[in-house]
């Protein structure tokens, strides 16, 4: 049985769908992996709780207290291998990683955006979709290559921006769309290996 790894800082809702995901007896296209470890750099990330009532380990490596940011992402690398993991899965994981860190999981490290990529990298993805009165917004599920947000596209779906959207909605419906295109594509490229 293959290892998946995931890091989050927050709520963990991708992570959460992915650890169900895994779950399933009868799961359309088979994770055919366990969810071995959830790491968050946030001690008092939500998602955490929802890893343990499900059996998850869970371990936290918070970024405060070290010296670099290479010396942070050596640590987290460190704790990551002890679960051997196939793929290593960011859900909502908000830090830039180092060149090293990318390099070591290349080909194994997917990352979700809430965006139409190549549009809006970055933050307040949904505030600057409203501003620039797109019609439609989106996710995106991304190998991570060094550059934020910029690796090749695995996975895409769309909504419709509605009248009335404020940043909060167009998350939320956003965000519905991230648990079903991530659970996907983990179990497409583990289909690989
Ligand atoms: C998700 O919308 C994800 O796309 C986004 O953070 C949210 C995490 O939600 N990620 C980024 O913005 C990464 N740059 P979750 O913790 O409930 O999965």
């Not at 505030?127 to 690796?151: I, P, S, W």
Request: charged share 15%.
């Amino acid at each position: 049985m293959k290892n998946i790894v995931i890091l989050i800082s927050g709520g963990g809702s991708n992570m959460a769908a992915i650890v169900r995901a895994a779950e399933q007896q009868h799961w359309g296209q088979r994770l055919g992996a366990r969810v071995a470890a959830v790491v968050s750099n946030k001690a008092d990330a939500k998602g955490l709780v929802f890893a343990r009532e499900h059996g998850v380990a869970t371990e936290v490596l918070e970024h405060q207290g070290f010296a670099s940011r290479e010396a942070f992402d050596t640590a987290l690398q460190q704790v990551i291998d002890r679960y051997d993991p196939a793929v290593v899965v960011l859900a909502g994981f908000m830090r830039i990683l180092s060149p090293g860190f990318v390099a070591h999981y290349a080909g194994r490290l997917l990352n979700i955006h809430p965006s139409l990529l190549p549009a809006f990298t970055g933050l307040h993805t949904h505030q600057r979709a409203l501003d620039a009165g797109c019609k439609f917004a989106g996710c995106t599920v991304h190998q991570v290559t060094a550059e934020l947000d910029v690796g090749p596209i695995v996975e895409q779906a769309v909504v419709p921006v509605l009248p009335g959207d404020t940043a909060a909605t167009l998350a939320a419906r956003v965000l519905t769309q991230e648990h079903v295109i991530y659970p996907r594509a983990v179990a497409n490229l583990l289909s690989t290996m």
